[in-house]
């Protein structure tokens, strides 16, 4: 499967972004999804992750309640709501998807990843 992210750019603390992922691929409905993040200097992290039929979620603590994880079978696209952004989310974001149907909060566990999009909260 290939996978495209869009929807970065530059936003002042508070504000919101949508980062949105393409997939391509005939099993995108089978596969976990997940949303990682990179900041200069550090290690690839994970942020979000959704099950293959979006009832399951799971977030790092520092987005909870800011960030929404969703996908839409049918268009084999999935999405990051991002509200109330910080400084400290300022990185490259990446989606990625592994076949089993679950997330993983591991990124060793995912075989097929998308270029990152960059996402910077100015202060």
């Known amino acids: 499967v290939q996978l495209q992210a869009s929807g970065g750019g530059l936003v002042q603390a508070g504000g919101s972004l949508r980062l949105s992922c393409a997939a391509s691929?005939?099993?995108?409905?089978?596969?976990?999804l997940g949303w990682f993040r990179q900041a200069p200097g550090k290690e690839r992290e994970f942020v979000a992750g959704?099950?293959?039929?979006?009832?399951?979620?799971h977030y790092t603590d520092s987005v909870k309640g800011r960030f929404t994880i969703s996908r839409v079978n049918s268009e084999n696209t999935f999405y990051l709501q991002m509200n109330d952004l910080k400084p400290e989310d300022t990185a490259n974001y990446y989606c990625?998807?592994?076949?089993?149907?679950?997330?993983?909060?591991?990124?060793?566990?995912?075989?097929?990843w998308g270029k990152g999009t960059q996402v910077t909260v100015s202060s």
């Open positions: 959704v099950s293959w039929r979006g009832d399951m979620t």
């Open positions: 990625a998807a592994r076949e089993g149907r679950y997330y993983s909060t591991k990124v060793g566990e995912y075989p097929y």
């Open positions: 691929g005939r099993r995108f409905s089978a596969y976990g």
